[in-house]
């Protein structure tokens, strides 16, 4: 990225929209020069704090770290999209995953949730794994570690046959749900990633 064609604004800052690999918006914070170089130079992001004016590195002290995929600048080079790996619990300070939480109109209903639930599911499911939470399915199901993982993965897979056995697609949209839901506890147990997936089905067509 050439910084010199980015248009700061009269204080040397710049606001950074934050989504995740999902295309969910998850905060908006303000960069100067330095705190994009170092975003840049570490692969994780760095904003400028215009209340403490001074540099911080997001989740440096919770460890809801922000792992850089992308930064693209707007036609204006006056705003930057950067696209992030959300670790840890969230990018909201309240605890909760997006900042964008609070009152909300909804003028139309919107569509129906399309297939990047998969990837929100895994980031929350990973979420667990690095910060368990008292009374989680899923921190149960880590807890009791592999073996028990494999075996509802079984469980699941055997029930997505009866399901599609039976009259009606209601039994079976309900266990393939399940069993997808597992299939990605057993993916974060094992260290092994969505896009690690995505490849494989690729070199395949």
Known sequence: MDISKLNFD????????????TGEVLM??????ESLEKSLETGY?????RSRQKLWNKGETSGN????FRIVADCDYDSLLITIEQLGTGACHEGDRSC????SVQIE????????????????VKGRKENPKEGSYTNYLFEKGIDKILKKVGEETAEVIIGAKNAGNDELIYEVSDLLYHL???????GVTL???WDELDSRR
């Open 10 to 21: 009269q204080n040397g800052l710049i606001p950074a929209i934050v989504q995740d690999l």
């Open 28 to 33: 908006l914070a303000y960069m100067n020069r």
């Open 45 to 49: 992001t760095w904003f400028y704090s």
């Open 65 to 68: 770290l922000q792992k850089i």
């Open 100 to 103: 964008f939480h609070k009152e």
């Open 109 to 124: 209903q919107p569509p129906k949730i399309n297939s990047a639930i998969l990837q929100q599911l895994y980031q929350i």
């Open 184 to 190: 990605i506890v057993l993916l974060v147990e094992k």
């Open 195 to 197: 896009e690690q997936i």
